[in-house]
């Protein structure tokens, strides 16, 4: 594409060569100069907070910077990362060991990098009105890989419900939404029924339920917020404990349980070096500008000194995960607090 210049203008393009500019001042065309590009891809969960943040910094930078959002899902944002495809992967779960090494053969370092909370919901159609909340025991029971074909019906979930098909939505195998809810519910990563319309896009799955009366789902707090007039939103108990609704409140004060979890952006180790990537990881941890965005998209805020110490990990480009396997429960001090390891 080519665009007509002026020769004065033309003069202050110092990275044209000479011989380029009087050429092109001849023909009195020019190429449209190349905008630095940062490339980020992954979670979808974790795609509202990279979208707004990305949308306020490129009005703050005036279009110099551009910043590219994917929603592959956290294991297809990992696989493009881990070839040195992306500068910043989103990511609603830690890296997998498996994820590790196949950075660590493409030579990509990372930094991890905690940016928000999530309370994980569950939802149902809103003209369900049998359920007034569930247990993680039933969540297991009707999301265990042995329901397949069997946990059919609500009234197998609970004596007293209708006998009423049951409908499975969730996010697909390569989310990392799944990845946690499968630890925190079936006890096992990765590990669930497979007779469930799953997709990376979360707006399709609530299309689905909020059309099928039977349905029963689960992604993101911020999707559910997007959408409170097609869905509703299951409170939770766990471990005898009372049922605890989602929310911004009970994520923040760890009292949704076991489904509220931090989520992360991994930045590489030399993308961080780029002028323009350093500015903006720089602009996603502000704890002075973080916290608004975030909350603005419906999730839950880091507290400031949670924000400060991200900082100083970026600044001083510590790699490595914090991370010893899948853990579910673990509070966002004790995160910021231990080693990292590569």
Same mark, same amino acid.
């Given at each position: 594409?080519?665009?007509?210049?002026?020769?004065?203008?033309?003069?202050? @393009?110092?990275?044209?060569?000479?011989?380029?500019?009087?050429?092109?001042? &001849?023909?009195?065309?020019?190429?449209?100069?190349?905008?630095?590009?940062?490339?980020?891809?992954?979670?979808?969960? &974790?795609?509202?907070?990279?979208?707004?943040?990305?949308?306020?910094? /490129?009005?703050?930078?005036?279009?110099?910077?551009?910043?590219?959002?994917? !929603?592959? #899902?956290?294991?297809?944002?990992?696989?493009?990362? @881990? $070839?040195?495809?992306?500068?910043?992967?989103?990511?609603?779960?830690?890296?997998?060991?498996?994820?590790?090494?196949? @950075?660590?053969?493409?030579? &990509?370092?990372?930094?991890?990098?905690? !940016?928000?909370? *999530?309370?994980?919901?569950?939802?149902?159609?809103? %003209?369900?009105?049998?359920? *007034?909340?569930?247990?993680?025991?039933?969540?297991? %029971?009707?999301?265990?890989?042995?329901?397949?074909?069997? !946990?059919?019906?609500?009234?197998?979930?609970?004596?007293?419900?209708? *006998?009423?098909?049951?409908?499975?939505?969730?996010?697909?195998?390569?989310?990392?939404?799944?990845?946690?809810?499968?630890?925190?519910?079936?006890?096992? =990563?990765?590990?669930?029924?497979?007779?469930? /319309?799953?997709? =990376?896009?979360?707006?399709?799955?609530?299309?689905?339920?909020?059309?099928?009366?039977?349905?029963?789902?689960?992604?993101?707090?911020?999707?559910?917020?997007?959408?409170?007039?097609?869905?509703?939103?299951?409170?939770?108990?766990?471990?005898?404990?009372? +049922?605890?609704?989602?929310?911004?409140?009970?994520?923040?004060?760890?009292?949704?349980?076991?489904?509220?979890? +931090?989520?992360?952006?991994?930045?590489? $180790?030399?993308?961080?070096? %780029? +002028?323009?990537?350093?500015?903006?990881?720089?602009?996603?941890?502000?704890?002075?500008?973080? +916290?608004?965005?975030? %909350?603005?998209?419906?999730?839950?805020?880091?507290?400031?000194?949670?924000?400060?110490?991200?900082?100083?990990?970026?600044?001083?480009?510590?790699? #490595?995960?914090?991370?010893?396997?899948? =853990? &579910? #429960?673990?509070?966002?001090?004790?995160?910021?607090? $231990?080693?990292?390891?590569?």
């Amino acid at each position: 594409m080519f665009v007509k210049m002026s020769a004065k203008t033309l003069r202050r @393009c110092g990275s044209v060569s000479a011989i380029a500019v009087m050429a092109l001042a &001849v023909s009195g065309l020019t190429p449209v100069l190349a905008v630095d590009t940062i490339k980020v891809d992954g979670s979808s969960t &974790v795609y509202p907070i990279t979208e707004a943040m990305a949308e306020e910094f /490129q009005k703050k930078e005036r279009g110099k910077i551009r910043v590219t959002v994917g !929603i592959a #899902g956290t294991g297809g944002g990992f696989k493009k990362f @881990c $070839r040195g495809e992306t500068d910043i992967s989103d990511a609603s779960r830690p890296i997998k060991d498996s994820e590790k090494e196949a @950075c660590k053969a493409s030579g &990509v370092e990372y930094i991890e990098l905690p !940016i928000a909370l *999530d309370a994980l919901t569950v939802v149902v159609n809103p %003209k369900n009105t049998w359920v *007034d909340h569930l247990t993680v025991d039933e969540l297991k %029971k009707v999301w265990e890989p042995e329901a397949q074909g069997k !946990i059919v019906k609500w009234n197998q979930v609970r004596p007293g419900f209708p *006998d009423q098909p049951l409908m499975l939505y969730g996010p697909g195998v390569d989310s990392g939404t799944y990845d946690y809810f499968t630890e925190a519910v079936v006890g096992k =990563e990765h590990s669930s029924r497979g007779d469930f /319309q799953a997709s =990376e896009d979360d707006n399709v799955l609530v299309q689905g339920v909020s059309s099928d009366v039977g349905a029963l789902g689960f992604f993101g707090l911020a999707y559910y917020l997007e959408n409170t007039k097609k869905l509703k939103a299951v409170p939770i108990s766990w471990k005898g404990g009372a +049922p605890v609704l989602p929310s911004i409140e009970t994520a923040k004060d760890a009292s949704y349980q076991p489904l509220s979890r +931090p989520i992360f952006i991994y930045v590489n $180790r030399k993308s961080a070096d %780029k +002028p323009y990537v350093k500015k903006f990881v720089e602009y996603y941890v502000n704890p002075k500008t973080a +916290p608004k965005l975030v %909350k603005e998209v419906g999730y839950v805020p880091l507290p400031e000194d949670a924000y400060a110490k991200a900082q100083s990990i970026f600044g001083k480009r510590e790699i #490595g995960t914090v991370f010893h396997g899948s =853990e &579910v #429960g673990i509070g966002i001090a004790e995160l910021m607090a $231990r080693e990292r390891k590569h």
